[in-house]
């Protein structure tokens, strides 16, 4: 009976790890599909940003370009001609001078007319035979260069027949400056304006650009939209409705955006002025379009946990019936001293990490390998969205085992540790040093360090402490070369070890983070690793008794502290040496 109740006990003991297990990598990929989430919400309203940075440098530059166009018609010869046909509205010999010009300055096809026009706006000759009606766009824009005596685009307008327009406007002076004419140059919105608002460089479903500028109480939709038709200067939404990225982009804001557009639809949007206009861009995409993305790798996150709960339920099963193996030769043996069942629990765990580092990663390869045969043999047969997805299955088994590589780390800084023993730390220095020779040579690194204590350590633990912090200074470093330099104070009983380095530093307020697992300040993209170094360090020094800190300001680098009892350490000491 006490022996049912025994093995219902280790039965349960057992099931609760497996449910920790199972738990833990539950909790692990809800983060990890979190991370993600951001990372691609992230990354859209970077795509976002470009393009939109893209479409107002474009439609800035092109502005610029029809004004300096405009800018040099009115030279010497078209003022004198200009003045003689004021004069003589008839005189041939004027027109036919100034016709030459206007030809010569439409620039082919590049603009649709070339015209002149009298201060108050009636045309005295025009390239086209049949030239638009000079509208109140235009007679705006004419009494803004009269008055300013400087070329002008005007507002966007359309002709009788439907065709959209813009026109560069710029006084033709006499003599005096005082301007007698005007000259215009005149542009089709849709011959390049509005082909370079709509197109979009990457394949979308949904993305668009919108040119907005405010109407009053209204916002205007200055072109035509990808999911409604003739909405070029017609469709006109109240400023009200703050739902509308075209709204707060009209209002000054710019930057990221979430809300509705025309439609109702939600969508992220990024909204950015145009320079030295009343335009406004706003680029965005639906989000249900990020959403499908999210989902896809939602689902190759959960197969990759499902899989990972099944090999631990396996490789638990499998601890269990070795220990149960054990425990039955140990009872058989009526039971051995309580350091020996410590021993044998080491020896367990040292057994479970060892099958985690090797037949856990086993299956990761395996779903690695089979994704990137699945990705060969359907070579062709697969969309741009099944290769994306497949590369993120590829990707998120490497990231997976990357993680468990490091959790195995982090766990054997206990099971794993040596015994104690009288060590000159510079000589652990300098293995630090040559395990890290390659990342010191490629960043030109100089390292340089004061006379260093003979102190009693795990002399391996040590060095790896050595190593993560030298390797932290030059991974986060600034644009200058980094210069680190170590240092030891006697402080009574203890050791005061610092590494200080003029990187990027660190802000104080994460003064509570950075030593966690995982807890990373800084993107992947960023700085490559997992954010587990420094939690290394923090378990390693804390099992030879000491404390670890940091002191910092953002830009002026960083000091990482760590203390030793010195206990037997002694007081020998070494001499300064300088290595770079």
Request: charged letters at 25%.
């Amino acid at each position: 009976m006490e022996k049912d109740k025994t093995l219902d006990s280790a039965v349960l003991r057992w099931v609760a790890v497996f449910c920790l297990v199972a738990f833990a990598f539950i909790i692990l990929g809800l983060l990890y599909y979190r991370y993600e989430a951001k990372h691609i919400e992230d990354d859209k309203y970077e795509d976002l940003y470009a393009i939109a940075k893209l479409k107002v440098d474009s439609i800035y530059d092109w502005r610029r370009n029809k004004l300096a166009d405009v800018r040099r018609v009115p030279g010497p010869l078209v003022r004198k001609e200009t003045a003689r046909l004021i004069q003589s509205p008839a005189n041939p010999d004027a027109r036919a001078a100034l016709q030459i010009q206007l030809n010569i300055n439409r620039k082919g096809d590049v603009y649709t007319d070339a015209l002149i026009l009298d201060t108050n706006g009636n045309i005295l000759l025009s390239e086209n035979p049949d030239p638009a009606p000079v509208g109140k766009a235009t007679k705006e824009a004419i009494g803004i260069a009269i008055k300013d005596r400087k070329e002008v685009l005007s507002d966007f307008f359309r002709d009788p027949k439907g065709v959209i327009y813009l026109d560069a406007v710029a006084p033709i002076p006499d003599n005096t400056g005082k301007p007698i004419a005007i000259v215009i140059l005149r542009s089709k919105a849709a011959d390049f304006l509005y082909p370079l608002i709509q197109t979009w460089p990457t394949p979308s479903r949904t993305a668009e650009t919108l040119l907005v500028c405010r109407d009053g109480d209204s916002i205007l939709f200055l072109n035509e939209l990808r999911h409604r038709s003739n909405t070029a200067l017609t469709l006109r939404l109240p400023i009200t409705n703050t739902t509308l990225p075209a709204v707060h982009a009209v209002l000054g804001e710019s930057g990221k955006f979430f809300g509705k557009d025309y439609r109702g639809t939600e969508v992220l949007a990024y909204l950015l002025p145009v320079h030295q206009s009343p335009w406004f861009v706003v680029t965005k995409v639906d989000s249900e379009e990020i959403l499908a993305e999210v989902k896809y790798r939602a689902w190759a996150i959960a197969v990759i946990i499902i899989l990972l709960i099944l090999i631990s339920a396996g490789l638990i099963k499998s601890v269990y019936r070795n220990r149960q193996e054990a425990e039955r030769k140990l009872a058989e043996e009526r039971l051995k001293e309580i350091m020996a069942e410590l021993e044998r629990s080491n020896k367990d765990l040292e057994q479970f990490a060892y099958v985690a580092s090797h037949d856990l990663q086993e299956p990761l390869r395996m779903v690695s390998s089979y994704t990137q045969l699945l990705a060969e043999r359907y070579q062709g047969q697969l969309d741009e969205k099944a290769q994306k997805f497949i590369d993120y299955a590829v990707d998120g088994a490497t990231r997976m085992q990357t993680l468990i590589n490091d959790l195995l780390a982090y766990s054997r800084v206990g099971t794993r540790g040596k015994s104690m023993e009288l060590t000159d730390t510079h000589d652990l220095l300098g293995q630090a040093m040559k395990n890290l020779i390659v990342t010191i040579e490629k960043s030109r690194a100089i390292i340089t360090n004061e006379e260093l204590p003979m102190v009693q350590v795990d002399a391996v633990q040590f060095v790896q402490v050595f190593q993560n912090l030298i390797n932290n200074a030059i991974k986060f470093r600034g644009d200058d070369i980094p210069r680190i330099h170590i240092s030891a104070r006697d402080h009574g009983q203890e050791w005061v070890f610092s590494i200080k380095d003029n990187g990027i530093g660190i802000d104080n307020k994460y003064a509570d983070r950075i030593f966690i697992i995982f807890q990373r300040l800084h993107t992947r993209q960023d700085y490559p690793g997992t954010g587990i170094g420094l939690a290394i360090c923090k378990k390693i020094v804390e099992r030879h008794n000491g404390r670890i800190w940091f002191e910092s300001e953002p830009g002026k680098g960083a000091t990482f502290f760590f203390t030793i009892p010195k206990e037997a350490s002694g007081n020998v000491h070494r001499n300064t040496a300088e290595t770079n």
